[in-house]
């Protein structure tokens, strides 16, 4: 009777201990409790599977490194493709994302992936890297593995989906990250944590997991601050590592941009001694890393068809970038379009779905006055990340008074403001408020950027 007792309580403690185990946010989720852990100990930087990528050399990087030519997720993707992914010598990887108002309609929705050549195991993996800074566009540094492997107790496990994810601008918002680990398709811990800074606000941030299967427990660090530790559903196989940008579905947002990117500045990988893993020969990749150095690229617009040149209805698709309010309309000047915005309290207006609070955007812009008696405007208003409106319009006045007006040339007009507390969103506006104004190649973004 006492033995059955014991036994019937070792069940219990038992049950109560994977339960524990099972839901990926239970006592395990211990940033409080980590004081006496040391992250450096039984690193081996001096192992042959550890590398470092700042690229800076292309030969280097190329033994290291292929590019992805694939398409996973919803339908309207258009995958990642090797002809978004650039290089640049001073050692910058930048990997392009078309948005849903990219000129080209097989291009929308495209992203772009490195993926390792060969699988790694156990260690710390970092990535110090600037995300693609638009809704739509998921940016992430994940191993992976899928398949039929052994685990580590011998026995072969089939369907496998070994995966340690980190993946930014979900759950519509530039603070929040996810941090998944998984065993198979269906079996992950998983967690969102909230950054105290939004991650698209231009600068260089350090993305870190401390993967060990020794005991079990991978780390998901920000900038070296902890968020996560998870001791559940910690794979136990090598994976390829990826890092790139593509579309999944709404749990990104909407894709309303046209074109952005993604940079990595240095790809970083040490193994941890003793932790025991299954090989696995995941990597490979469809392309080479790119041959040549190409040119860092200009700050994006983060106007969409900001030239006017695209008309998306032409292309069988009834959305667009822009709208117009009273009497606003696409013209031609020879081969070029602006926009025509004509009469009183008239304008043509577009709604920049990504704004970071309390930094600095310009705004520019090529006007034109139809005669010396028009006037308008370019102006921004701000919205939270429903339609509300917060803080006050800001504007750049346009007339024959304006800083370099000519009578009957396009004259250049900037805007710049600081985007209020509370605002999410920048509704901005190609104002006419007597006369008539043409307006053409708009373009705005962070003045950092710029
Ligand atoms: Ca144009």
């Given at each position: 009777?006492?033995k059955?007792?014991?036994?019937?309580?070792?069940?219990?403690?038992?049950?109560?201990?994977?339960?524990?185990?099972?839901?990926?946010?239970?006592?395990?989720?211990?940033?409080?409790?980590?004081?006496?852990?040391?992250?450096?100990?039984?690193?081996?930087?001096?192992?042959?599977?550890?590398?470092?990528?700042?690229?800076?050399?292309?030969?280097?990087?190329?033994?290291?490194?292929n590019?992805?030519?694939?398409?996973?997720?919803?339908?309207?993707?258009?995958?990642?493709?090797?002809?978004?992914?650039?290089?640049?010598?001073?050692?910058?990887v930048?990997?392009?994302?078309?948005?849903?108002?990219?000129?080209?309609?097989?291009?929308?929705?495209?992203?772009?992936?490195?993926?390792?050549?060969?699988a790694?195991?156990?260690?710390?993996?970092?990535?110090?890297?600037?995300?693609?800074?638009r809704?739509?566009a998921?940016?992430?540094?994940?191993?992976?593995?899928?398949?039929?492997?052994?685990?580590?107790?011998?026995?072969?496990?089939?369907?496998?989906?070994?995966?340690?994810?980190?993946?930014?601008?979900?759950?519509?918002?530039?603070?929040n990250v996810?941090?998944t680990?998984?065993?198979?398709?269906?079996?992950?811990?998983?967690?969102?944590?909230?950054?105290?800074?939004?991650?698209n606000?231009?600068?260089?941030?350090?993305?870190?997991?401390?993967?060990?299967?020794?005991?079990?427990r991978?780390?998901?660090?920000?900038?070296?601050?902890?968020?996560?530790?998870?001791?559940?559903?910690?794979?136990?196989?090598?994976?390829?590592?990826?890092?790139?940008?593509?579309?999944?579905?709404?749990?990104a947002?909407v894709?309303?941009?046209?074109?952005?990117?993604?940079?990595?500045?240095?790809?970083?990988?040490?193994?941890?001694?003793?932790?025991?893993?299954?090989?696995?020969?995941?990597?490979?990749?469809?392309?080479?890393?790119?041959a040549?150095s190409?040119?860092?690229p200009n700050?994006?617009?983060?106007?969409?068809?900001?030239?006017?040149?695209?008309?998306?209805?032409?292309?069988?698709?009834?959305?667009?970038?822009?709208?117009?309010?009273?009497?606003?309309?696409?013209?031609?000047?020879?081969?070029?379009?602006?926009?025509?915005?004509?009469?009183e309290?008239?304008?043509?207006t577009?709604?920049?779905?990504?704004?970071?609070?309390?930094?600095?955007?310009?705004?520019?812009?090529?006007?034109?006055?139809?005669?010396?008696?028009?006037?308008?405007?370019?102006?921004?208003?701000?919205?939270?990340?429903?339609?509300?409106?917060?803080?006050?319009?800001?504007?750049?006045?346009?007339?024959?008074?304006?800083?370099?007006?000519?009578?009957?040339?396009y004259?250049?007009?900037?805007?710049?403001?600081?985007?209020?507390?509370?605002?999410?969103?920048?509704?901005?506006?190609?104002?006419?408020?007597?006369?008539?104004i043409?307006?053409?190649?708009?373009?705005?973004?962070?003045?950092?950027?710029?």
């Amino acid at each position: 009777m006492k033995k059955f007792i014991c036994f019937a309580m070792c069940l219990i403690l038992s049950a109560v201990f994977f339960a524990g185990c099972k839901d990926g946010k239970d006592s395990t989720d211990d940033e409080n409790r980590s004081e006496s852990y040391d992250r450096d100990e039984g690193l081996l930087p001096d192992s042959e599977d550890a590398f470092f990528d700042d690229f800076t050399n292309r030969d280097h990087s190329d033994g290291i490194w292929n590019v992805v030519n694939s398409k996973w997720g919803p339908a309207f993707n258009h995958g990642v493709r090797p002809e978004n992914v650039s290089w640049n010598d001073s050692g910058v990887v930048t990997i392009r994302s078309f948005g849903k108002y990219y000129g080209d309609a097989n291009k929308t929705c495209q992203g772009g992936c490195l993926i390792t050549k060969k699988a790694y195991g156990p260690g710390r993996y970092e990535a110090r890297m600037k995300l693609v800074p638009r809704f739509g566009a998921c940016t992430a540094f994940w191993t992976y593995m899928y398949g039929t492997a052994k685990d580590l107790d011998g026995n072969t496990q089939t369907k496998l989906n070994q995966e340690i994810d980190i993946e930014l601008n979900v759950g519509g918002d530039f603070r929040n990250v996810w941090f998944t680990n998984w065993h198979t398709e269906d079996l992950k811990a998983h967690v969102e944590k909230t950054t105290d800074f939004a991650n698209n606000d231009g600068e260089w941030h350090l993305y870190t997991f401390e993967w060990h299967t020794d005991p079990a427990r991978v780390d998901y660090y920000v900038d070296n601050v902890l968020y996560y530790t998870a001791r559940s559903y910690v794979p136990y196989v090598a994976g390829a590592l990826n890092i790139g940008n593509w579309f999944p579905d709404s749990w990104a947002g909407v894709p309303d941009f046209e074109e952005d990117y993604m940079q990595i500045d240095y790809v970083r990988y040490t193994p941890y001694k003793g932790q025991p893993y299954t090989p696995s020969s995941a990597g490979g990749g469809a392309a080479n890393f790119p041959a040549v150095s190409t040119p860092l690229p200009n700050a994006a617009n983060l106007v969409s068809n900001g030239g006017f040149e695209y008309t998306y209805v032409e292309q069988g698709r009834t959305v667009n970038a822009w709208s117009s309010y009273q009497s606003a309309e696409t013209v031609k000047e020879g081969g070029n379009t602006v926009m025509k915005v004509s009469g009183e309290d008239s304008a043509a207006t577009q709604l920049v779905s990504v704004a970071n609070e309390g930094v600095e955007y310009t705004v520019t812009a090529k006007v034109k006055l139809a005669d010396a008696n028009s006037v308008g405007s370019v102006a921004a208003y701000f919205l939270k990340a429903n339609t509300e409106y917060v803080g006050s319009r800001v504007a750049a006045d346009i007339s024959s008074s304006s800083e370099g007006y000519a009578s009957g040339e396009y004259f250049n007009v900037t805007l710049k403001f600081i985007v209020p507390e509370g605002a999410k969103r920048i509704s901005l506006y190609l104002e006419c408020a007597g006369g008539e104004i043409f307006f053409d190649d708009v373009f705005m973004n962070m003045t950092k950027r710029i």
